[in-house]
């Protein structure tokens, strides 16, 4: 039985967040029970709250967090897979306007949760949303509005190029001042990328990149711990005890996992050695526990969702569908694949999470609702290709949301 492109992407995606659940799981237990026995000794000792609220003396504390998160995740994006597509292109700008509202938001001491010396989160009571998650999505959806709108005069600078970029300029801009360059980069080459797939003159793109190195450069210059990192990256050994240290021991556990790696659960790394080994560098502990097999299973699904999703692209007859699917498919893809060749030492430090792996909830609902998306523009471009139907027929099978 031939599988169709919607339950493709939706058996890869539970795939990964499975796989995601068992890894963090495993590499979370170590960090829960020092962040637990902190927070304890901070309470009792000196009435200091905990960073966490709400920390029970549990090691699977991260774990049943996940698993809270990805079951909202789960229905989100099985009610947004509900919704016409169209929908996102009549409510774009509602959209795009909401996402920089939180964008600034975050900024307002008060309202803006500051950690590590970023104003990066929202919410309150221990359940926080990182803004520029929601950014990214929202920035996808008004991209392809605009973009599907202005078709004729896309060649044109000052008509077709000039003023979408003004608008991602905007949004890139309030994350920096959060700050977060990795994210904003994200949503950069995400635009870079439906700018191309829309027709932009290619001398227009060239000139967009070229003007950005030097940007970028100085954003990195300029910013003490952006420069450690890049020259921790160059060479860890320069600080391998401070800011050298996360990519050294990511090294270690890459190397050390071998073609089959040490046995779920048995990675030394995350017993405090690899400090992100549930988040940003949970790459590493597959790598560690499930060798190179278990990276190469990762790698492949990514690279699957993302032929799908270019397939959903390549079949949809109206551009603001093929552009959302580009978008959406870019999202996922360069995050996925930026954050896999930092924990490979392949590109500095960003901060980026993997898709529907790394331990987040922010980050974990809005690509969940972005596959919902996906999914159902490929059932539209499945019913295209579906052979000829009443029109009443179709319009129960696009309210159902089933062949």
Known sequence: MKLNTTLMIFLCTMTLLTLGVVMITSSSAAIAARDINKAQVETKGGGVEAERPTLTSHSYYYTKRQIVWAGLAFICMIGVYRVDYDFYKRWGGTIFLACVLLLILVLIPGI?????????????????????????????????????EKNRSLKSWRHGFFPPLCLVGTVCFLIVVEPDLGTAVVVMLIAITMFAVAGMRPAHLLTLVVAAIPLL??????????????????????????????????????????????????????????????????????????????????????????????????????????????GITAMIGIQAFINMFVVLGMVPTKGLTLPFVSYGGSSLIVNMV??????????????????????????TVRSWGIR
Do not use: H
């Open 217 to 326: 450069a100085g954003l990195i210059i300029f910013e003490p711990y952006r420069m450690k990192r890049l020259l921790s990256f160059l060479n860890p050994e320069l600080d391998r005890q401070g800011s050298g240290w996360q990519l050294s021991q990511s090294l270690i556990s890459v190397g050390s996992g071998g073609w089959e790696g040490l046995g779920l659960g048995n990675g030394p790394q995350k017993y405090l050695f690899l400090s992100e080994s549930y988040t940003d560098f949970i790459f590493a502990s597959i790598c560690e526990e499930l060798g190179i097999w278990g990276a190469g299973l990762v790698i492949a699904l990514f690279v699957f969702l993302m032929v799908q999703g270019y397939r959903v692209a390549m079949k949809l007859q109206d551009m603001f569908g093929s552009l959302l699917a580009t």
């Open 370 to 395: 972005a596959i919902g998306i996906l999914m159902s523009l490929s059932r539209e471009a499945e019913l295209i290709s579906l052979p000829t139907k009443s029109t009443a027929t179709l319009r």
């Open 112 to 148: 803006g949760k500051k950690v590590n010396g970023a104003r990066r989160w929202l919410g309150a009571g221990g359940v926080y949303l990182q803004a520029s998650e929601f950014a990214k999505l929202g920035v996808i959806i008004f991209l392809s509005k605009i973009l599907s």
